[in-house]
Each structure stands twice: as structure tokens, then as C-alpha cells.
């Protein structure tokens, strides 16, 4: 993406704009990008007025993600709804303007320009390509964004914040969790089945370092997104003789290469990425080997946790939407709109619904917990807002089908990981 071109149709268009404005007597949403006191004398900005607090969701609702992306939003706007019946936030009431990407980065960043200009911060962005492409556009907006994308390479930015772990911490704890439990030893060789792009690089950088302080071997087989066949990954990583697998893809994958693993006898451990499972895979003819041989490492819990907090929105959802499957993306969803609420509610406590006061206040929060999960420490730009991670498992039986094998807990060496890495 070429961003100062990007930025001169932005400006341009965002130039045209008020001088139509100014032709008909009218003054826009935010007043640019021109913070102005409201009547109740808190200062607003872009996507702010005395009545309403308009954030952005940049989804994915007709590519790969489609039922991840249509669960956030539906348990975001749902979060909206609640708020809004209590009052809204600062006396205004809040709204999602909601635009799909098909994952498609192109798309993104046309509707990036689109809303960018009426928002005053964003609670979803999904994919990590997309969030990459945009991302010196967000920090110069200071429009605050909660990627639905946890790769590490997204961290650093005022105004972008990943929640939760990075892919890399989570597969430290992967290979930790099959040191412990699974028997894995010294000498031995794990397959890591990958995603091209930042998703896959940083999970894999984190499987080798940790493999590494095991005496592991890692195996690496980096794949597509269109890639929904891996009997050839499942050939190749037997030929090695791998004991374990990890896998860092979307559930299309994860279901093809656990069920083709498990029909030609590889009945071998495998650990995915959160962004791995999804509850229909158990509607699939994979159901049985993805409950014998799967688990998933995830910065959230189960949607069947007994966690009061994730127990409340798994009723209110069901209620909300009934039939839907309660799945983790609306756990993450809902997660993320209760924090960005945080912020925007401290924010008016500080007098200002600036975009640029609406970031202060969220990296003034050091012990975030909206009760969903782990707390979270985001005043630090370069460090993973959490590095606790949940081991979970698929049980067809459970809401989301899902359940906890481990509570959240810090794996041995992410400390010592992170200060490699200069976070």
C-alpha cells in the first residue's frame, strides 16, 4: 500500500468535503479533525457530537472469516445496545458503522477512507494483512483500534492495540504444553503447519525459539489461505516422523489437516492457534479426530467457562440472537467493546472525547479487566497486552464447543522471549 498517497486522497477528499459544507452552511460530524467543546463541555472531535459516540468496525462478513466477522459484530452491537439502554456513555449514544473487506486488503483501505473521517475510534479490525496496510494511516489519525489480529509485528503504535497474547507467545505455550503433557522429549521433531503473512511468521518464530530451548526440531510447511487440502502437509510432515503438530491457520485447514492426519494413522498430538477452531468444525466429518487429537492455546477462555462474566454475555447473547452458535468471536467481540467502553468512559471522566485523549486514556490502563477473562496491561506500546494463555479443547457437547484443560498461566520462557526480542 503506498500511504502518502493514500493520505493525499484522504486529505483531498476530506478538503472537498468542507468546502461543500461550508457552501451550504452546514459543519460536519467531528469538525474535521478540529476538537470542539460540547454542550455539556467535554471536547469532542471526528465521530463525536453532543448526542452520539460513533466507532468503526472493519470486517470481514463474505471472505474466509465470514462467521468469525458476523459473530463479532453481532456481540458488538449487542454490547451497543446494552450501553445505550443504560444511558449510552458521556450521555451520548453510542454507534457502530460497520463495513465489510472480505478480507480483501484493497477493499479495507477504500473503506478505511470511507469512515475514518466519522469515527472516533475503531473496536474491530479484522486480519492481520489488513491491519498491516492501514496501520501508519490509524497512528497518524490517532484513531484508537483493536485489531481482531494478534500478530506482534502490530504492536509498537500509540494507537493500535492487540489484545490478549501474540501468536508467538502462544506457541511458546503450545510447546510447553506438549512438553509437559503429551510427552514430548529431547531429539524429538514437531510439524508446524503455517499461514503465509505476518500470522503465520510470527507464530512460527515463537514455535522455533521455544523448540529450540527444548531441543526440539521444528518441521515448518508454510501454507495459503486458499489452501484447504493438506494431504500433501500431512505426507511430508509423517515422512519426518513428527511426534507433535502445531497448526496456525483458520478452521478449514485445521479440520483437513487433523482429519487426514488421523485417517493414514499420524494420530499425533495438534495444537492450533485460537484463529484455528470454530465450533462447526464439529458438525464436520473431522468432529472426532479434532475432539481426540486437538487442543487450541488462546489468550481467552472457553465461551463455556464458569467465568460470571462470560456466563451473563452467553445468556444475553443467546437471547439477543437465538440459533446462533455462541462462538470465541463472540467472546472477542464482546471483550473488545466492553474495553474500548473503558476507555471512553475514562476519556470523558478527563474532560475530552478527542481522538487523541481517547488513546491517553486507554494507555493509562494498566489493570484492564472488562471480567471475560485475564486482566490486561496496555501503557506499554511494545508488550503483548497479556502473556497469559489458556489451553482449551473441543467438546461437541459444550456451548461454543469448547472447554478449559488449563486456566491461564504464563509459560516458561516467554519472560526470558520477550527480552530477546528488545519488548
Known amino acids: 500500500m503506498n500511504h502518502p498517497k493514500h493520505r493525499t486522497r484522504t486529505v483531498l477528499a476530506a478538503a472537498a468535503t468542507a468546502l461543500l459544507l461550508a457552501g451550504t ?17 467535554v471536547k469532542a472531535g471526528p465521530g463525536v457530537t453532543d448526542k452520539s459516540i460513533k466507532l468503526g468496525a472493519l470486517t470481514d462478513l463474505t471472505g474466509p472469516y465470514a462467521t468469525l466477522g458476523k459473530s463479532i459484530v453481532q456481540a458488538q452491537q449487542m454490547w451497543a445496545d446494552e450501553t445505550n439502554a443504560k444511558g449510552g456513555i458521556c450521555g451520548r449514544k453510542v454507534e457502530i458503522v460497520v463495513k465489510d473487506h472480505g478480507y480483501d486488503v484493497q477493499k479495507a483501505v477504500t473503506a478505511y477512507a ?41 504492536l509498537g503504535k500509540d494507537s493500535v492495540q492487540v489484545l490478549g497474547t501474540t501468536y508467538d507467545v502462544d506457541m511458546i505455550a503450545a510447546v510447553d504444553f506438549l512438553t509437559r503433557t503429551k510427552g514430548l522429549a529431547k531429539g524429538d521433531t514437531i510439524g508446524h503447519v503455517y499461514f503465509e503473512g505476518d500470522y503465520g511468521a510470527n507464530a512460527l518464530e515463537g514455535s522455533e525459539w521455544a523448540a529450540k530451548k527444548a531441543g526440539l526440531k521444528v518441521v515448518g510447511q508454510k501454507i495459503k489461505a486458499t ?31 487433523v482429519g487426514v492426519a488421523a485417517s493414514r494413522g499420524l494420530k499425533v498430538p495438534v495444537v492450533s492457534s485460537a484463529p484455528g477452531y470454530a465450533p462447526q468444525l464439529m458438525k464436520t466429518p473431522a468432529a472426532a479426530a479434532l475432539e481426540a487429537m486437538l487442543n487450541v492455546v488462546s489468550a481467552a477462555p472457553a465461551v463455556s467457562a464458569d467465568i460470571p462474566g462470560v456466563k451473563k454475555m452467553v445468556a444475553s447473547y443467546q437471547k439477543k440472537y437465538p440459533g446462533e452458535l455462541v462462538d470465541s468471536g463472540v467472546l472477542s467481540g464482546y471483550n473488545a467493546a466492553q474495553l474500548m467502553g473503558m476507555d471512553l468512559k475514562k476519556a470523558c471522566e478527563g474532560g475530552s472525547l478527542a481522538r487523541a485523549d481517547v488513546v491517553a486514556a486507554h494507555r493509562a490502563q494498566k489493570n484492564a479487566d472488562a471480567g471475560l477473562g485475564t486482566a490486561q496491561d496496555f501503557s506499554d506500546v511494545s508488550q503483548p ?3 497469559s494463555t489458556y489451553v482449551l479443547k473441543p ?24 527480552s530477546s526480542k528488545g519488548s
Do not use: H, N
Not at 25 to 37: E, I, L, M, P, R
Not at 128 to 151: H, K
Open 395 to 418: 467438546d461437541a457437547k459444550a456451548v461454543g464447543a469448547m472447554v478449559i484443560v488449563e486456566e491461564a498461566q504464563e509459560a516458561p520462557g516467554v519472560e526470558e522471549y520477550l
Open 227 to 257: 489452501d484447504t487440502d493438506l494431504s500433501a502437509q500431512v505426507s511430508a510432515l509423517r515422512k519426518e516422523g513428527v511426534k507433535a503438530i502445531l497448526i496456525s491457520a483458520g478452521p478449514a485447514q485445521t479440520a483437513s489437516l
Open 385 to 387: 497486552a497479556s502473556r
Open 114 to 154: 470511507d469512515i475514518a473521517p466519522d469515527v472516533v475510534a475503531m473496536p474491530q479490525v479484522i486480519g492481520s494483512p489488513v491491519v498491516s496496510a492501514l496501520i501508519d494511516d490509524i497512528e497518524q489519525d490517532e484513531v484508537l483500534t483493536f485489531p481482531q489480529a494478534w500478530a506482534a509485528s502490530l
Open 25 to 41: 452552511g452546514c459543519s460536519s460530524k467531528g469538525d474535521g479533525d478540529t476538537a470542539a467543546d460540547g454542550a455539556d463541555g
